[in-house]
């Protein structure tokens, strides 16, 4: 374990056994403030005010109206918690610095914005004195995460939760099955496997009103400023599974490759449609991953882990958590609703004075995926180092809606550089 890892836990523990009294007889209304509008954004709105009984939403912001407007009719209509949705016309805010407003208005703050906007959100959150919970991933590169890395520590030092959209972490199913592969009921790993095979995606064409900034950010997904490509926007979920069952230790290298094939057209923006990366440790043990967004093929979501004694599989199927040695073991235990549970054990660890953080894994499995694509971006083999401590910092030049943004560049795998 490296020191870093033991400050960063110690400093959880401390906090955890220090944490204030406050909310903790679950009489007081915690206030609830949702930044990004979007259906996961109203998701976990819905989520967050279904975890406790005295939770009300004061506030909102998202960079477009629109989408802010939406998001609050549809909480609004909701019968499980449209009681609990009390923000007023002054609490709704749009634009780059709607964040802010937001911030000083809640006690919990529901980060929920496309990825490059996780680091600043969070550190403003957190430096406030609010309970974050963050979406996956949380960062575009490396700066990003080191900044986020930052936030969380000092999130531990001020006895704060925050919970991770890293929702696998949360599922009944998967904790049991992760739990016996760590328990050596596979032996010693030496593969772990994260498939992330899908259909098409989302993709918004260009109206003639809109600027550079606008369009961009209306198709986010499709620009890895914004997104961090696919392979860190939605992958990163197998990818933390398969962080998870290494017990968070880290790969030393990566090597891989990527492309477009079928998503080719320029309102797919700069983004790649598959990857494929071989990550190695230290130890020899390989990650495969593998990713595609190809309309009309077969899909597959999963994790797989092959040990010395047997090997295990991890996807959301019926009957897809298992483990096979000389029997096979398949969960048939209760099941949960993830995207729930993970805001019951956010509002559980405020009112019992226990905070969670998940602030390193979601990190470093952010790093993870953005080390894959650095890899497959610059055809050249990438240290975590490297990764780690890059200085590609993916930031526009301003955040203003008439900046100037050219359509970026698709990545060329031995031409593109490793900054």
Not at 260 to 273: A, F
Not at 322 to 329: E, G, H, L
Request: proline share 4%; net charge positive; aromatic share 10%.
């Amino acid at each position: 374990m490296s020191n870093s890892r033991r400050e960063f836990l110690a400093a959880s523990a401390i906090a955890a056994a220090a944490a204030p009294s406050i909310y903790a007889a679950g009489d007081d209304v915690l206030k609830i403030g949702l930044i990004g509008c979007g259906d996961r954004g109203t998701g976990a709105a819905v989520n967050a005010l279904n975890a406790d009984k005295n939770v009300k939403l004061v506030a909102m912001a998202d960079a477009f109206e629109d989408r802010l407007n939406l998001s609050l009719e549809n909480l609004l209509k909701k019968k499980d918690v449209g009681a609990k949705v009390d923000v007023k016309p002054d609490a709704k805010f749009v634009g780059f610095d709607a964040y802010k407003e937001v911030i000083a208005r809640c006690d919990v703050v529901l980060l929920t914005t496309p990825p490059h906007f996780r680091p600043m959100h969070l550190r403003a959150a957190v430096e406030a004195g609010k309970h974050v919970f963050a979406e996956k991933p949380v960062a575009v590169d490396a700066p990003g995460v080191r900044s986020v890395l930052e936030s969380c520590r000092l999130a531990a030092k001020k006895n704060l939760s925050v919970v991770s959209g890293l929702c696998l972490r949360y599922d009944a199913g998967f904790k049991e099955t992760v739990k016996r592969v760590h328990g050596g009921e596979i032996g010693e790993i030496m593969l772990v496997q994260a498939n992330d095979y899908r259909g098409g995606r989302w993709a918004k064409p260009r109206l003639p009103e809109w600027s550079d900034m606008t369009y961009q950010m209306r198709n986010w997904y499709n620009f890895t400023w914004m997104s961090g490509d696919f392979n860190v926007e939605q992958h990163v979920h197998f990818l933390d599974v398969c962080a998870w069952l290494m017990k968070e230790q880290y790969p030393v290298r990566a090597m891989g490759m990527g492309g477009r094939t079928v998503l080719s057209g320029k309102e797919y923006g700069n983004i790649y449609d598959h990857f494929s990366v071989v990550y190695e440790y230290a130890n020899g043990a390989r990650l495969i991953s593998n990713t595609r967004h190809h309309p009309k093929a077969k899909g597959d979501m999963s994790a797989h882990a092959i040990g010395t004694k047997g090997r295990a599989q991890l996807n959301e199927r019926t009957n897809g958590l298992m483990i096979r040695t000389d029997k096979t073991w398949v969960y048939d235990g209760p099941g949960n609703q993830m995207y729930q549970a993970e805001h019951e054990e956010l509002f559980a660890s405020i009112r019992n004075k226990k905070p969670i953080n998940n602030g390193e894994y979601m990190s470093y499995s952010t790093l993870l995926a953005i080390m894959g694509r650095m890899a497959a971006y610059t055809g050249q083999e990438i240290t975590w180092e490297m990764a780690l401590n890059s200085k590609e910092d993916l930031s526009p030049p301003k955040y203003d809606w008439n900046v100037k943004l050219e359509h970026p560049p698709i990545a060329i795998p031995g031409v593109t550089k490793y900054v």
